[in-house]
């Protein structure tokens, strides 16, 4: 059974001026199709093709050859991740058990932000910044380089800014801290973070 492009969780307009439509034409239409596209051709005719996309990706981890399949299949993963992480009402300062959260974790909100802008424009090339929640249930902010997501290093995904340039570079230029500010400020789908949190 073939991968499917999922449909994003709103219009394609939906997240400007923040992110723009042209950006979503390109980076889920374009860039984000394809990765679906190229695992389909990776999976067909092998024992993959009626796995679920995390069991592909931590099998594909450890097996030589298999860079392109882990690649791929976590780039699906990751983007469908990522679109789900904003929300056109986005942004600012959780409240509830994330706020509590984060102060227990980074101190309050705005050590967090500055964790999180951190993480992000300080990862060399392309790659992912995350919150996270460790093994303890403690928060934290992690990058991972090129398509690599948390949960195969143990940590448990909560919140993902996409820091490849195809993420903001129709919007921002090169400008990727002013992108990840945005995407704090006035993305960040603190209801879906939220909902994945677990008890400690
Ligand atoms: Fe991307």
Redesign the pocket.
């Known amino acids: 059974m073939a991968f499917e492009l999922r449909p994003l969780p709103y219009a394609r307009d939906a997240l400007a001026p923040h992110m723009s439509k042209e950006t979503l034409d390109y980076?889920y239409g374009k860039?984000?199709k394809s990765y679906v596209d190229k695992l389909n051709g990776l999976i067909k005719d092998t024992d993959f093709k009626n796995e679920n996309l995390e069991t592909i990706i931590t099998a594909a981890k450890d097996t030589r050859g298999a860079a392109a399949l882990f690649n791929n299949a976590a780039?699906v993963w990751?983007?469908d991740f990522?679109w789900r992480s904003m929300d056109p009402d986005g942004g600012g300062e959780p409240g509830g058990a994330m706020a509590n959260r984060i102060a227990a974790g980074f101190g309050d909100f705005e050590k967090f932000r500055k964790v999180f802008v951190e993480a992000a424009t300080g990862q060399f090339g392309s790659g992912w910044a995350w919150l996270v929640q460790e093994k303890d249930g403690k928060l934290a902010v992690v990058a991972t380089p090129n398509a690599v997501p948390p949960f195969v290093n143990g940590l448990k995904p909560l919140l993902t800014c996409?820091v490849?340039e195809?993420?903001y570079y129709i919007d921002y230029r090169n400008d990727r801290g002013a992108f990840v500010h945005e995407f704090v400020d006035h993305l960040a789908n603190w209801a879906f973070a939220t909902e994945r949190l677990e008890a400690r």
Do not use: E, K, L, R
């Open positions: 980076h860039h984000h780039q990751n983007h990522f996409d490849w195809h993420a």
